[in-house]
């Protein structure tokens, strides 16, 4: 059965480039019928925070992204501690022991000559005694995977035929010198335990991807399918990363965006097919699909996202929206008005309130100076609330009787007076919900 994973470290909160990866995976598994684990890579004790494992939820749950299954990995630390000793017992796992400092010294003389810097393996030439000494003298040392140096090939969902010198890659370290077993050996061991048979993430893993197939095999596993997404940059092809923090789920839905137009845009947005908006995530379920992505960095502009949003709550029907509106304290019976009035003159749904003070208390009125009696003669050809259907038809034809205006020159200075602004919903429809009088604020 197919299975995925979002596999978030709990140590912020959730962005746009995450939603990518978190997205892509959730649509696999849904098309497939298959299972979507939320896992999260809460090995790091100082940098998880639970405040950030609830907030991750929270936005998934938000967005509509709701998973079968959810998994820490703080809570498997044992499973891990047995794959180490199964890697051990295989040959596959030794201790080092060289400090960051030295670390850093070998890279860099390696660098000099040309070479890339790749671990030496220094600490498999350690003699017992040797070995010993160093343990005396610096106590636990890291653990490293011993890889094969042959090639390591995948054909990549997104990437295609992928194939790496494993020689060209230094032997990963996957437990620290602290004992803390790393990501790169949790993760193989939650994939293969877990079932799961598709790996979406970003183009920042394939290395890491490398070794893990080789961990995978060591393990006795069976290698899932790999895709790596292309990662996001701005608009101009700027780095993206710095501005993760504003770009974070939770500030866009302070913004008012609303999910289906987040998640339509980020499920088309670096792919051949062309943006659409969609209403129901069945229908993004349906029309997914990852190998219309392409390697190239993909460019994101958050102001894409507004018009979508707009348009999305603009063919939305009332039920969606009856709570917000009753919310405002929109009469039930006005309700369905109200809502065909705003519908097309909101960007968010926080606008609806603007316009239902406006219809509750009457707008500070938009007067043009040349317009001034003009507009005093018409509101005194205008009755008192409530108005009706008809009401607007009726007055605007006293107004041109009595002032011989007409065209722009009649209607645009009544639009201004009634709702203080240039555009806006059919005057028509909205005189039925003035509640006060206009000019009477
Ligand atoms: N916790 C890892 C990350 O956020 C997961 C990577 C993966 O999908 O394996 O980068």
């Not at 070479?115 to 220094?122: C, G, H, I, L, Q």
């Given at each position: 059965m197919t299975t995925t994973r979002f596999a978030p470290s709990p140590t912020g909160y959730l962005h746009i480039g995450n939603l990518r990866t978190a997205l892509f995976n959730f649509l696999i598994a849904r098309a497939a019928g298959g299972t979507f684990i939320l896992r999260l890579?809460?090995?790091d004790p100082e940098r998880s925070k639970s405040e950030y494992a609830d907030a991750i939820q929270e936005d998934l749950e938000w967005l509509g992204l709701t998973w079968d299954r959810i998994e820490k990995q703080s809570d498997r630390l044992d499973r891990y501690a047995s794959a180490a000793d199964q890697l051990r017992n295989a040959g596959r796992f030794y201790e080092a022991f060289e400090t960051p400092v030295e670390l850093d010294l070998k890279r860099k003389k390696q660098l000099n000559m040309g070479?890339?810097?790749?671990?030496?393996?220094?600490a498999l030439d350690l003699t017992d005694d040797a070995r010993a000494a160093l343990k005396a003298e610096r106590g636990q040392g890291v653990w490293r995977f011993k890889l094969d140096h042959e090639r390591i090939e995948w054909v990549d969902g997104i990437l295609s035929e992928i194939s790496i010198?494993?020689?060209?890659?230094?032997?990963?370290?996957?437990?620290?010198?602290?004992?803390q077993v790393l990501y790169t050996l949790a993760s193989v061991v939650d994939d293969t335990e877990m079932g799961v048979t598709h790996v979406v993430r970003g183009s920042d893993h394939v290395t890491n991807t490398a070794t893990q197939i080789q961990i995978i095999q060591a393990l006795g596993g069976a290698v899932p399918e790999f895709a790596h997404h292309s990662l996001l940059t701005g608009p101009?092809?700027?780095?993206?990363s710095k501005r993760f923090e504003s770009l974070s789920l939770r500030g866009l839905r302070e913004q008012g965006v609303e999910p289906m137009a987040i998640l339509s845009h980020m499920a088309r947005l670096g792919s051949s097919d062309p943006v659409e908006l969609r209403n129901k995530m069945g229908e993004l379920i349906d029309g997914f699909?990852?190998?219309?992505?392409?390697?190239a960095p993909t460019k994101f502009d958050e102001a894409d996202l507004a018009p979508l949003s707009a348009r999305y709550l603009a063919g939305l029907p009332l039920a969606a929206v009856a709570d917000d509106i009753a919310a405002l304290g929109v009469p039930g019976g006005q309700a369905e008005a109200f809502w065909q009035v705003v519908r097309e003159n909101?960007?968010?749904?926080?606008d609806m309130a603007q316009w239902w003070a406006l219809f509750r208390d009457g707008a500070a009125p938009l007067v043009d100076d040349e317009d001034r009696d003009f507009v005093a003669t018409a509101l005194n050809l205008l009755g008192e609330p409530?108005?009706?259907?008809d009401t607007w038809g009726t007055w605007t034809s006293d107004v041109k009787e009595a002032t011989a205006r007409k065209g722009r020159g009649l209607f645009m200075p009544l639009r201004k007076a009634v709702?203080?602004?240039?555009?806006?919903?059919e005057m028509a429809e909205v005189m039925p919900l003035l509640q006060v009088k206009p000019g009477n604020r």
């Open positions: 890579d809460d090995t070479k890339p810097p790749v671990y030496d393996r220094a010198d494993a020689a060209s890659v230094s032997d990963p370290v996957l437990i620290r010198q602290d004992g101009q092809g700027e780095k993206l699909d990852i190998s219309r992505f392409g390697a909101i960007a968010i749904r926080g409530p108005y009706g259907p709702t203080g602004r240039e555009r806006g919903p």
